[in-house]
């Protein structure tokens, strides 16, 4: 089929690769975002997806409104038989998924109709999901409701990072999207609606939600903060310097009140609404993330400071 591929950041090149080598499709076009400013200068850089496709010789699309009337009438001129999307990061107008004649195909990092939006792998790894997924489905103009071609599970480890389980899954998920197009090609694959129950939504995560709260359990504060890692990134604010925190160990330690630190020669435990948390690592404004113990000897941590 000739494909149009959407997408923009990194957990889409599996897929993209995946179909630009497949000897059944041929990548036509690749849909991203405009580039965005990147580096300490902030000078514009084309997307993960972006220089993929230019290093293979592939048309870029960059369309400001990708919903305008001109975009409509350029895809219809690239006649593409489906688009294949992966974290494209727009919502599509009716016009513009009416365009090929197989639509638009989503790959979603999740089982659906658990977790539709932004944050899948995010909000699976802070409810405390032992599994989760990736989906091929049908776009519709609603937010991840389409019906669904296929399925992957994956076992969420209870060390999982976000940036961890969705390298797992944007592998996995790039096979899961490679057969689905086939079998649409061959015609012997139909969508089937999703379930009318189950339906959980992860609207995407902003810096403040990604503050570390330690009034709540132990257990909640290491899945919360492995949500966000790398991003946005968990932090929390001790004394009046803000930093970043990289996952947390709960492990058996003498009480502390939520926010109170100990720090001693070889570890750094924060308080919360349990158990107390072995810090990892801590990355202090303008550093690179170091061993906690360390950062508490370079800080000279008051004993009535706490984490907040």
């Given at each position: 089929?000739?494909?149009?591929?959407?997408?923009?950041?990194?957990?889409?090149?599996?897929?993209?690769?995946?179909?630009?080598?497949?000897?059944?499709?041929?990548?036509?076009?690749?849909?991203?975002?405009?580039?965005?400013?990147?580096?300490?200068?902030?000078?514009?850089?084309?997307?993960?997806?972006?220089?993929?496709?230019?290093?293979?010789?592939?048309?870029?699309?960059?369309?400001?409104?990708?919903?305008?009337?001109?975009?409509?009438?350029?895809?219809r001129e690239l006649g593409p038989d489906c688009c294949a999307v992966?974290?494209?990061?727009?919502?599509?107008?009716?016009?513009?998924?009416?365009?090929?004649?197989?639509?638009?195909?989503?790959?979603?990092?999740?089982?659906?109709?658990?977790?539709?939006?932004?944050?899948?792998?995010?909000?699976?790894?802070?409810?405390?999901?032992?599994?989760?997924?990736?989906?091929?489905?049908?776009?519709?103009?609603?937010?991840?409701?389409?019906?669904?071609?296929?399925?992957?599970?994956?076992?969420?480890?209870?060390?999982?990072?976000?940036?961890?389980?969705?390298?797992?899954?944007?592998?996995?998920?790039?096979?899961?999207?490679?057969?689905?197009?086939?079998?649409?090609?061959?015609?012997?694959?139909?969508?089937?609606?999703?379930?009318?129950?189950?339906?959980?939504?992860?609207?995407?995560?902003?810096?403040?939600?990604?503050?570390?709260?330690?009034?709540?359990?132990?257990?909640?504060?290491d899945r919360r903060i492995r949500a966000v890692t790398p991003n946005?990134?968990?932090?929390?604010?001790?004394?009046?310097?803000?930093?970043?925190?990289?996952?947390?160990?709960?492990?058996?330690?003498?009480?502390?009140?939520?926010?109170?630190?100990?720090?001693?020669?070889?570890?750094?435990?924060?308080?919360?609404?349990?158990?107390?948390?072995?810090?990892?690592?801590?990355q202090p404004p303008g550093k690179k993330p170091m061993n906690a113990?360390?950062?508490?000897?370079?800080?000279?941590?008051?004993?009535?400071?706490?984490?907040?």
């Open positions: 089929m000739r494909l149009v591929f959407a997408g923009t950041p990194e957990p889409a090149l599996p897929s993209l690769q995946r179909l630009i080598a497949s000897p059944r499709h041929e990548v036509v076009a690749v849909l991203t975002r405009p580039d965005a400013a990147a580096g300490r200068r902030g000078k514009p850089a084309p997307s993960p997806v972006a220089q993929v496709a230019l290093d293979h010789d592939i048309p870029v699309l960059r369309p400001p409104k990708p919903n305008s009337e001109e975009f409509v009438a350029e895809l992966v974290a494209y990061g727009a919502l599509l107008s009716q016009r513009l998924l009416a365009v090929p004649a197989h639509g638009w195909i989503n790959l979603h990092f999740s089982l659906l109709p658990a977790w539709r939006g932004a944050a899948p792998v995010q909000a699976a790894i802070a409810a405390g999901d032992t599994v989760t997924g990736a989906t091929t489905f049908l776009i519709e103009p609603a937010l991840d409701s389409g019906p669904v071609y296929g399925v992957v599970t994956e076992t969420i480890r209870p060390s999982d990072t976000a940036g961890e389980l969705l390298t797992r899954l944007a592998d996995s998920g790039a096979h899961l999207l490679e057969s689905t197009l086939d079998g649409i090609a061959d015609g012997r694959l139909q969508a089937v609606p999703q379930p009318a129950d189950g339906i959980t939504v992860a609207p995407k995560i902003t810096v403040e939600e990604a503050r570390v709260r330690w009034d709540l359990p132990a257990h909640v504060v946005p990134g968990a932090w929390t604010v001790v004394g009046d310097v803000r930093v970043k925190l990289g996952p947390v160990t709960v492990e058996p330690a003498d009480p502390l009140a939520p926010g109170e630190i100990r720090a001693t020669k070889d570890a750094v435990h924060v308080g919360t609404a349990s158990a107390p948390v072995r810090l990892g690592t801590v113990a360390d950062w508490a000897r370079g800080a000279r941590l008051d004993a009535s400071v706490r984490a907040q």
